[in-house]
């Protein structure tokens, strides 16, 4: 695979982070990180030095993401973009996170079509965008890459979250494939949407802190076993799973346009489901030390066994990435020691 100029967005979150902690230890290509604040910039520069000297690594700043052409300058060189950033919100659901949502994922694809060099975008979705919340306890029920969330603006636009942010995706990538079709005569690029479930496993990002109210999985993680020692939290997260490293690598491998077809959608979740309660009891058993901070509940099947639940088609997504993935125990036992070593090195603080 030839070298690549890479655009990536999201560097200072979770998978962002690690997808760029990837493409600088296993790939030979070039990474321009998008940030929003200029101070984030000397942190990265700590972090990868040796990067930042020879120019593999560099920086640019884009206060905000959903001013019209706010890419077209910095993607004008690129070869390919991975887009991971995506607006986030606590109220105002509309302006701050539906609208600005698609915002910005259009002024990433106005900017590859200007661009006379990019050859694939990839973006980062969730499994949300195939998946209702209220299709979840359904096993006689069946998504794949075909299904898509049915959910409305009027049934997002008030909130809570997890209305509003399955929507603001589902629309944005609605939109995306539309955008696709009416300039297919005008582009030289292809995309590749990547859909993920509830992401686990460590937290390298340079601003990394624990936090319990954020969305996603590792501060899902972090609550309910950190935080709280109530079976009713432990057993309400989200049952479908992946890694972080195993989500970056699957933006990696998709730069690949022999390996990985584009223009495509691809389902992603690990084979098997997380039991939370069976989790701390091995960390307890192996980690004893961590006795203090984690839920001592008994072993009871999970509420979300996987024979209970809805079934995830991921046969597509599988003969191109393969099935490999790290499993639930590594990946929550690596949340655990990211919160314990933040919390040491910043006692008192």
Not at 125 to 148: C, I, R, Y
Not at 226 to 243: E, G, I, L, R
């Amino acid at each position: 695979m030839a070298r690549e100029s890479i655009l990536l967005t999201g560097a200072t979150g979770n998978v962002g982070a690690v997808t760029l902690d990837h493409l600088l230890s296993t790939s030979s290509h070039n990474v321009k990180v998008v940030l929003r604040k200029e101070e984030y910039i000397p942190l990265f520069k700590k972090k990868y030095p040796s990067e930042v000297a020879n120019n593999r690594l560099t920086f640019t700043v884009i206060p905000d993401m959903t001013v019209s052409g706010a890419f077209d300058d910095t993607a004008s060189s690129a070869t390919a973009i991975i887009h991971i950033a995506t607006p986030l919100a606590a109220d105002n659901w509309v302006e701050e996170m539906i609208l600005p949502t698609w915002n910005l994922d259009k002024n990433i694809l106005e900017a590859a079509k200007k661009s006379n060099s990019v050859q694939r975008v990839v973006i980062c979705g969730t499994l949300l965008q195939a998946l209702d919340f209220s299709h979840l306890s359904k096993p006689d029920m069946a998504v794949n890459e075909e299904s898509w969330n049915p959910i409305t603006f009027d049934e997002a636009k008030n909130g809570p979250f997890r209305s509003a942010y399955p929507y603001s995706k589902t629309n944005a990538e609605r939109k995306t494939w539309e955008w696709m079709k009416q300039n297919e005569s005008s582009i030289n690029f292809d995309v590749v949407v990547l859909l993920p479930p509830s992401i686990t496993g460590r937290s390298p990002q340079v601003t990394f802190k624990p936090s319990t109210d954020g969305p996603g999985g590792i501060p899902r993680i972090y609550n309910a076993l950190m935080m709280s020692k109530t079976a009713a939290d432990v057993d309400s997260s989200f049952p479908f799973f992946m890694d972080t490293d195993d989500v970056a690598g699957t933006h990696i491998l998709s730069l690949d346009r022999e390996k990985v077809p584009g223009n495509r959608r691809y389902l992603l979740t690990h084979p098997e489901t997380v039991n939370l309660r069976a989790v701390a009891a091995k960390l307890r058993r192996e980690h004893p030390e961590l006795a203090g901070r984690l839920p001592d509940l008994p072993e009871e099947d999970s509420v979300w066994a996987k024979e209970k639940l809805v079934k995830i088609d991921t046969s597509k997504a599988d003969a191109v990435f393969g099935t490999q993935w790290t499993d639930a125990y590594e990946s929550i036992k690596a949340i655990v020691f990211d919160v314990l070593r933040w919390e040491e090195q910043n006692r008192g603080v």
